[in-house]
């Protein structure tokens, strides 16, 4: 065995030990229903995932990941970047309270994300000069508590922040407004040895550019690939991560670690969002990691996490329907379509003794009743009252999966109406308040759903906290009799 063999060996052994194995998913919780953290942390150990990206540091979240064996990433907030930034005592605090807390309970924190996506060029440069002093200030915070070893800070960026002017991804760097503050990060990064974060999205590209060849944005070839020097690529993925490890190796930080912070493709909400596409995208990213090939200006695994587990019906849909449909399952922890999460080698295994490639749903979960709100048959569609109570019923509840090509544009006028009710109904758990409109709805006991288009029922929230629910019943109780003893004596 030459010593370059021998290096490999040892390469590979230390890679086994330190590289961050299999996949992870992000674990967003902005949904008026959310799924039990319990319930979330079977549903991960379930798939397989090894690993999860917080946006935050939820306690509940946090406290049902301790002794999973699952790795976590927790995330700072934007909105948290200023203070931190400014006072290093909050920083202290943050991580004594959001990580050293959590550490000593026995949840695996690796990561801490700094900001998400801060310099977005939509957030119109609010969050430029914060990010970095945060960061830094996150590092000593971490340093000080003797966690820097274990736990790494770093900023997961939007792909914006870097680009090629010629298109080849060997003409790459950093965006040119921010060039210096990105080196002062990458550099910082560097010297931590902690990694580069990027959320990169074919999906995106898809989306803003009508011209955007559709199969560039899939794993299963493209006809007319981009030919950089003796490499041809024939996926976005994989230009657009070699874009930034140019940018890097071009300003010299060519051996930062890359995790890709966010990758995925949402099934509902626009044209080229539904389940056939995001099981082709999804699938063939999972293919493409479980190859072990990497990308060619960065040969082996790729470290990534798929956006999103579930659904989340609160999202923003200031960029578009899609936002509230990224999950690979539903928000009720139910899986959307096929899609084998599993290494080619273990799924080899695997595939010897089953044969199953689905993904497993959550487990007990649940619903509200079976029942619907829906507007009133007698009524007129010329009724007055249909337009504000729809638009209403949209701004407060979840009308995503209405317009053209989405799941639901199939529906006629009182299908629509009946979807925007509905969905208003559920979100206030069936309250019977909720299905009023002016007189105009009634609850039904009979399905409205299409084929397409699922009328949802929403998870039993109080079932699902009835821990919560319990305490806070006999808080009041309790109240209810010492209240009246105090205001009797006094
Ligand atoms: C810990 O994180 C939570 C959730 O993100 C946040 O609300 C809280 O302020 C943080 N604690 C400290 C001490 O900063
Ligand atoms: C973005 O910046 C422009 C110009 O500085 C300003 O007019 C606008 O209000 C800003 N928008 C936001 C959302 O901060
Ligand atoms: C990259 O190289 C620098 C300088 O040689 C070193 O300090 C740093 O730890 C390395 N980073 C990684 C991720 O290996
Ligand atoms: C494999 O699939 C067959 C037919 O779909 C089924 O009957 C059998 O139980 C499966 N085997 C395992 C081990 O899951
Ligand atoms: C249903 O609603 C969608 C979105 O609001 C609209 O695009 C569509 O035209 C409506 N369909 C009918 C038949 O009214």
């Not at 310099?119 to 945060?134: D, I, K, M, R, V």
């Not at 299963?220 to 020097?229: E, H, K």
């Not at 949402?266 to 990497?294: E, I």
């Amino acid at each position: 065995m030459g010593w370059a063999s021998e290096l490999l060996v040892v390469m590979s052994w230390l890679c086994v030990v330190g590289c961050a194995r299999g996949i992870g998913a992000n674990w967003g919780t902005q949904a008026s229903h959310p799924l039990p953290p319990s319930t979330v942390v079977q549903l991960l150990k379930d798939n397989g995932i090894q690993k999860a990206k917080l946006f935050d540091a939820d306690d509940r979240v946090l406290s049902a990941l301790a002794n999973s064996g699952i790795q976590v990433m927790v995330g700072i907030p934007n909105d948290m970047l200023a203070s931190l930034a400014s006072d290093h005592k909050a920083a202290e605090r943050w991580v004594a309270k959001n990580v050293s807390d959590y550490v000593h309970d026995g949840v695996d924190i690796r990561f801490v994300a700094v900001g998400n996506e801060p310099f977005l060029e939509t957030y119109n440069g609010s969050f430029l000069q914060t990010t970095y002093p945060a960061l830094q200030n996150i590092q000593a915070a971490l340093d000080a508590a003797g966690l820097s070893n274990q736990v790494k800070t770093t900023v997961p960026l939007n792909a914006d922040v870097y680009r090629s002017v010629t298109g080849k991804p060997s003409d790459g760097d950093f965006r040119s407004n921010i060039h210096d503050l990105m080196l002062s990060i990458v550099k910082f990064l560097s010297d931590n040895g902690a990694p580069f974060t990027a959320n990169i999205y074919p999906f995106i590209s898809l989306y803003e550019d009508p011209n955007f060849p559709v199969d560039y944005a899939f794993f299963d070839g493209y006809s007319s690939p981009i030919v950089d020097g003796s490499f041809t690529y024939t996926n976005v993925f994989d230009a657009n991560h070699d874009t930034l490890v140019a940018a890097l190796q071009r300003n010299g930080f060519g051996n930062v670690s890359i995790i890709v912070g966010e990758i995925g493709w949402p099934t509902d909400g626009n044209m080229n969002a539904n389940q056939q596409l995001a099981q082709r995208f999804n699938q063939g990213f999972m293919n493409h990691v479980s190859s072990g090939n990497g990308t060619p200006l960065r040969p082996g695994p790729i470290d990534a996490y798929l956006f999103s587990l579930v659904d989340e019906d609160e999202k923003s849909i200031q960029p578009g329907n899609f936002e509230r449909h990224w999950g690979v399952f539903a928000y009720d922890g139910s899986p959307k379509y096929e899609l084998d999460l599993r290494s080619t080698t273990e799924a080899a295994a695997a595939a010897a003794v089953a044969n199953s490639s689905s993904l497993v749903g959550a487990k007990n979960i649940k619903y509200l009743e079976r029942k619907w709100c829906v507007l009133k048959p007698s009524v007129s569609l010329d009724d007055a009252e249909i337009a504000p109570s729809v638009s209403y019923a949209c701004e407060n509840a979840d009308c995503s999966s209405l317009g053209y090509k989405t799941a639901c544009s199939d529906l006629d006028a009182q299908g629509n109406i009946s979807y925007a009710f509905n969905s208003y109904y559920q979100k206030n758990d069936q309250d019977n308040r909720a299905c009023g409109f002016s007189g105009l709805a009634t609850v039904t006991e009979k399905d409205p759903s299409t084929s397409t288009c699922k009328f949802d029922i929403m998870i039993d929230a109080e079932a699902a906290e009835s821990w919560k629910a319990r305490t806070l019943t006999q808080l009041n109780l309790l109240w209810c009799i010492v209240l009246p003893v105090i205001v009797t004596f006094v």
